[in-house]
């Protein structure tokens, strides 16, 4: 073969195998504007999936799975109640990985062993007409536990912090803390015009005149007023008996 020819093919060859890639790169960006959006909520389906490649061992007594906000979600897809009051002290959020123990007595006994990062908001408590508290963060509204607000005495209308995955939207989040309630107590109000007014003649000074006035405390001369009719009548007494 002239080596002229030869030259011809090897250059083919490179076109055809850059034309090939380029294929491949263009059908790969097809497939990604074509796909369907994935769900950024943290979709029932995200967590099962990330459940599946967890395990169960001891016969099923000790079994792992993810927190979807309420309850733990099992590699079968199986359901397990978690405890709200401990799930509001223990700050769980959406997508931490828990280990189950079922005791011999039937008790179930959760412990938190995958926590996923976190990131802390601050937002406003909404009461919804149905009764479920929401914090609003923005234009975002994120679900929390009932027993969070019940623990930190939270109320509509309070500033609060909130924990929820860092790199990750959730519909779920957990009460950090309160940061500012909206009511405030009355012991701590400040004290109206009429108040000052009162304590103003209540203690009202008296006006110093002499050195000798100085000494003299509020109701002194009223006093010493009494004092001498006492005596002017106790001399009349005395007269009389004379």
Known sequence: MPKKEHGNIVLIRQILKSAENSIKSAQKLLDEVEAPPKDSKGSPEDLQEKATHLSV?????IVEGVFDGQNMV???????P???NYAS??????????KLTIEDDGSFVFKQIGPVERKKLIGDVIKEEGGEFRVQVEDKSFK?????????KAEAG????IVVPKDKECTWAAVENVIKKTRTD???????DEDIED?????????IESEEDEFKEIGADEEESEENDNKDKLDEEIDKNI
């Open 57 to 61: 061992m001891d016969g099923g007594k």
């Open 74 to 80: 099992g590699p079968d897809g199986r359901i397990f």
């Open 82 to 84: 978690i405890p709200a």
């Open 89 to 98: 002290k223990s700050k769980l959020v959406e997508g931490d990985i828990l």
């Open 144 to 152: 929390v536990l009932l027993a969070s607000i019940t623990y930190f």
């Open 158 to 161: 309070d500033e609060i912090t």
């Open 186 to 192: 009355s012991s701590e109000t400040e004290p109206t």
């Open 199 to 207: 304590v103003d003649k209540e203690f009202k000074p008296v006006d």
